[in-house]
T-cell receptor, first 109, second 113 residues
Framework: TQLLEQSPQFLSIQEGENLTVYCNSS?????LQWYRQEPGEGPVLLVT?????EVKKLKRLTFQFGDARKDSSLHITAAQPGDTGLYLC?????????FGKGTMLLVSP | GAGVSQSPSNKVTEKGKDVELRCDPI?????LYWYRQSLGQGLEFLIY????????KSGLPSDRFSAERTGGSVSTLTIQRTQQEDSAVYLC???????????FGPGTRLTVT
């Protein structure tokens, strides 16, 4: 069974702070995706990383895929209340996704 | 364009009853997925359809769960003889093809009393 461990499970910060969320596994994935989910809605894809060592930037969000394609991180710079939500990582193999349990981020004004 | 839609948005049922949950994928998407999301458990893969191929049922938790996809479009997830542990949000997603970006519906919140 492929497992993805996300940490921390919950993060409460003030607007303007920086944060990093981690996604770790003992398994190798062909690609890794990050989603954000808001209450009452389905997850929305933020980014897909494919190559080991790859770094992608999406405005204030920086995503990194580990060299061995087993782990990933999401760094948010100068967090805003609009960043509040559940952040999920998902590893892809053989057509299906394995999701982590998510990191709930709360950004207060 | 229209996204993935699911119905009903909420369903409350008594233990032992059967329920049907519906998913309308994005038109033209060949892959359709069902997931279950429980509090503190993340998204659990249930079943996956790709075109006309036999579905991947490896995630179904018991034989009380089944799903079909008619005409390569609409899908129905059926849970027979519901149990309290079936209470969760059931999410459907579709993608243009396997491993392409998955677009999720808003989910159906199922409560078994």
């Amino acid at each position: 069974t492929q497992l993805l461990e996300q940490s921390p499970q919950f993060l409460s910060i003030q607007e303007g702070e920086n944060l990093t969320v981690y996604c770790n596994s003992s398994s190798v994935f062909s690609s890794l995706q990050w989603y954000r989910q808001e209450p009452g809605e389905g997850p929305v894809l933020l980014v897909t990383v494919v190559t080991g060592g790859e770094v992608k930037k999406l405005k204030r969000l920086t995503f990194q895929f580990g060299d061995a394609r087993k782990d990933s991180s999401l760094h948010i710079t100068a967090a805003q209340p609009g960043d509040t939500g559940l952040y999920l990582c998902a590893g892809a193999n053989l057509g299906t996704l394995t999701f982590g349990k998510g990191t709930m981020l709360l950004v207060s004004p | 364009g229209a996204g993935v839609s699911q119905s009903p948005s909420n369903k409350v049922t008594e233990k032992g009853k059967d329920v049907e949950l519906r998913c309308d994928p994005i038109s033209g998407h060949t892959a359709l997925y069902w997931y279950r999301q429980s509090l503190g458990q993340g998204l659990e893969f249930l079943i996956y359809f790709q075109g006309n191929s036999a579905p991947d049922k490896s995630g179904l938790p018991s034989d009380r769960f089944s799903a079909e996809r008619t005409g390569g479009s609409v899908s129905t997830l059926t849970i027979q003889r519901t149990q309290q542990e079936d209470s969760a949000v059931y999410l459907c997603a579709s993608s243009f093809y396997t491993l392409y970006e998955q677009y999720f519906g808003p989910g159906t919140r199922l409560t078994v009393t």
